[in-house]
C-alpha cells in the first residue's frame, strides 16, 4: 500500500519484532567465589555427582554428555532420598536437569535450593541465565530460518527456566501470530508482571491492549492502557493508542480531549509527534494531524515519513498551499518518488495553478525511474534501506545513486553511491541495501541518478 494512502496502526510499530532482539549473551560470575560466598557443603555422594557433571561438560558427544548428566542424577537421587532438604544435592540437581533439558525440574530443585539457601540465589540466577540465553538464541535462529512453531517452542521453553520479557514477548507474539490468542495474552500479562525492561514492558502492555481490541474486549483493552498510564503517567503512545480505541468504540470527545492534552506538551520527540499525528489521522482530525507532523519534521527535517505524513494530513486538512510546499520539500530530497509528485500536483490543482499541475506532472513522466515506500530501518549498527523500485525512462538500464545519511544535529554521518538495475517497463522489484554507522542515523536524502554502465 502507497505511504499516500496508509494510516498505519500504531501497535504495528511497537510489536516485539523477533529479529530486532537477536542474539544475547550472558555475563559469566566466578563460581568459585560464589559457591564460598554460598558454603556449600556436600557428601561423597555429591562429590561424585559434581565430577560427572564436570565432565558431562567436556563430553565430545551429546550422547556422551546426556550419558554423563544421567549418571549424575543416578547420584543425586540417592543423596535426595537420603536428605531431601540437602541444598547441594538440589544445586546440583538443577545442573543436571538443564544439562537434560528438563526445564521444569530444573527450575523446581533451582527454587527449592534458593528457598534453602538464599545467599545463593545469585548462583542459581546464573544458571538460569546460561540456560536461558541458550534457548532463546535457538527461538531467534528457528524464527530467522522461518520455524515459527519451532521458534514458539523454544522462546516458551526458555520462559520454563527464567522469566524474561524478551522471550516472553516474542513467544506471545508468535502465539499471536499462529492463532493461539488466549494463550498469547497470557503471556503478554506475564510478561507485564514480570516487569524488568522498561521498553518491553510497554511493548507487552500494547500488544495485549490491541489484541483485546480485536477480540472485541474494548474495556478490558482501555483497562490495560490505564493501569498502564497509571505508573507512567508521560507515556505518550499507549495514551495515543487508548485515545483511537476510545475514538473507534464511539468515546470521540473523550478521545479527542486525550489527543488534545498531548499535543500541548512541549516535551515529545519526533517519534512521540509521528505516533500522534498517525493518531490524529485515525480520528481524522486532520487540522491537529498537520500540526503535529509540522513540529514532527522540524524535529528531524531529514525523516521521509515525516515529509510524507505532513503532506497527506496537509491534504486531509485542506490546507493545500502547506501540502504542496511540503511536498516540494519531499521531492528536493527524494526525486524519484511518484507518490509526491501526484501530491503535489492535487495540491496545487486545488490551489488553480494549472500551469504548475502540467509542470510537475511533465517532470514525472520523465523520470528515470521510481521509488515507493522507502524507509530506514535499524539493525544493531547497520541502517538498511529498503522499499521497491520501478522502472522509468532508464528502464532495463543499471543507474548510480548517491544517498546521503545524517545525524540528529543534521550533520552527514555517512554516504554512499547505490548501483540500481533499474526493472524493464512497468516492472517492480524490491530494493535494499544497508550502511553501517557508529553514530546514531535519524534519516536519509538522496540525489539524483547517473549512469552506472
Known sequence: MSDWRRHASLVGALAVLLLALGPVTARAQEKEGQEQQCNLTGTDVTQKAEDMLGEA????????????????????TVALNSNAKDPAALWLKGRAQVGLRNYASADSALEQFVALKPGCATLAQNLRQQAWVN???????DYQGGKDTAAMAAFD???????????LNNAALLHQRLGDMDRAADI????????????????????????????????????????YLSEHPQAVLPRINLAVGMAQAGQKDSAQAIMTSVLERQDLSYDDLANLGTGLL????YASAEEAFKRAHKANPYAREGLVDLVQAAMGAGDFKTAAAAGDSLLDHYPYDKGAYRAVAQSLDRLGNKQ????????????????????????????????????????GSKVQIPFTFYGADGSTVAQKAVTIDVPQ????????????????????????ATSAS
Do not use: C, H, W
Open 157 to 167: 521453553t526458555a520462559n520454563i527456566i527464567l522469566k524474561d520479557p524478551r522471550s
Open 135 to 141: 534457548l532463546y538464541n535457538t527461538g531467534i535462529r
Open 282 to 285: 485515525q480520528i481524522q482530525d
Open 57 to 76: 561438560t567436556k563430553a565430545e558427544s551429546d550422547s556422551a554428555a546426556a550419558s554423563k548428566y544421567q549418571g549424575a542424577m543416578r547420584l543425586i
Open 188 to 227: 503478554y500479562r506475564t510478561a507485564i508482571e514480570t516487569g524488568g525492561d522498561t521498553t518491553q514492558v510497554r511493548a507487552a502492555t500494547i500488544n495485549l491492549a490491541e489484541l483485546l481490541k480485536t477480540q472485541g474486549k474494548q474495556e478490558a483493552s482501555f483497562k490495560v492502557y490505564r493501569d
Open 425 to 448: 517497463g512497468n516492472a517492480q522489484g524490491q530494493f535494499q541495501f544497508q550502511v553501517q554507522s557508529d553514530q546514531p542515523i535519524v534519516g536519509f536524502t538522496y540525489g539524483k
Open 356 to 395: 504548475a499541475v502540467q509542470a510537475r506532472l511533465k517532470t514525472m513522466q520523465s523520470l528515470p525511474l521510481e521509488f515507493t515506500d522507502l524507509s530506514l530501518v535499524q539493525q544493531g549498527q547497520a541502517y538498511v534501506v529498503q522499499g521497491q523500485v520501478a522502472g522509468g525512462t532508464a528502464s
